[in-house]
């Protein structure tokens, strides 16, 4: 007689994580473990790749988002150096509860990813000379402005001016309500010293002109790769505030 297997209900499939992501996670803990003294310069590209077994393009992709959340620094023609706040707590730079938004925040850039890459196809097609306009007046504010809170409230309406170009009132309403959320989580941090604009500013350009130009493809192309840098970004600020909270600099060397 067979005997039954047992039931696998209740596993998950395991998810392989990219080269990118690996990499970005070490390069993490290696900045954190104090190795390389605040201020000072980190090793090469060409170092790092062959110490992690690695492309230069995917290290040259991790210290993108290490920049972006202030850890690091890179200098033309010098390398990519430590902020001088890397070893402050993180806390510092976001409200203690933003850590607790972790898997809320991760799921509402993915449903970003999932309406608006549509709202910018559609925007391309359908944006009149006065939603063009009003755009252009936030990424205006985006390029001129050195605050940082006036910058992400431009950058929101940015967001939301597209989803209002879509002239989907569905599509619209739902981006807004996306942006409403995400204002409301960035409202709890302390974003003095983030350097936010590193969120990817320059996309923003890009993305305009897409749209300007009725290129559907593009503006959902360029759309898509904006969000899921920023997706990096944050996930990245709420994976520091976890791992710095109550940790001493200090651990081992990468490798």
């Known amino acids: 007689m067979k005997v039954p297997s047992p039931s696998v209900s209740g596993l998950r499939t395991i998810e392989k994580a990219s080269v990118k992501d690996q990499t970005l996670e070490q390069l ?19 170092a790092l790749a062959d110490a992690l077994g690695v ?30 706040n890397t070893g402050a707590s993180f806390g510092r730079i976001l409200g203690l509860s933003l850590a607790t938004w972790g898997g809320t925040m991760i799921e ?6 999932m309406i608006e890459v549509e709202a910018a196809r559609a925007a ?19 390029n001129i402005t050195e605050d940082v809170r006036e910058y992400l ?31 409301e989580v960035l409202q709890e941090a302390r974003l003095d010293t983030l350097p936010a604009q590193a969120e990817g500013g320059g996309t923003h350009q890009a993305i305009f002109d897409a749209i ?11 759309i898509r790769s904006h969000i ?3 997706s ?24």
Request: glycine content about 10%; cysteine-free; proline content about 1%.
């Open 124 to 142: 391309a097609e359908r944006a009149t000379a006065s939603d063009l306009e009003q755009i252009q007046r936030d990424l205006t504010t985006m």
């Open 108 to 113: 509402l850039l993915d449903a970003r990813k």
């Open 28 to 46: 993490k803990n290696y900045i954190l473990s104090g190795v390389v003294g605040l201020g000072e310069r980190l090793p090469s590209e060409r």
């Open 55 to 84: 492309g230069r393009y995917s290290v040259r992709e991790a210290l993108k988002v290490l920049e972006a959340v202030g850890l690091v620094q890179s200098r033309v023609g010098e390398g990519t150096f430590l902020t001088t």
């Open 212 to 222: 300007a130009d009725s290129d559907a493809d593009a503006a959902g192309v360029l």
């Open 153 to 183: 409230k431009a950058d929101m309406r940015f967001h939301r001016g597209i989803g209002v170009a879509s002239h989907n009132a569905i599509i619209s309403q739902f981006v807004s309500n996306l942006i409403d959320v995400l204002e």
């Open 228 to 230: 899921r840098f920023s």
């Open 232 to 255: 990096e970004v944050w996930q990245t600020v709420i994976s520091l505030t976890a791992d710095t909270e109550g940790t001493k600099m200090g651990g081992k060397p990468l490798g």
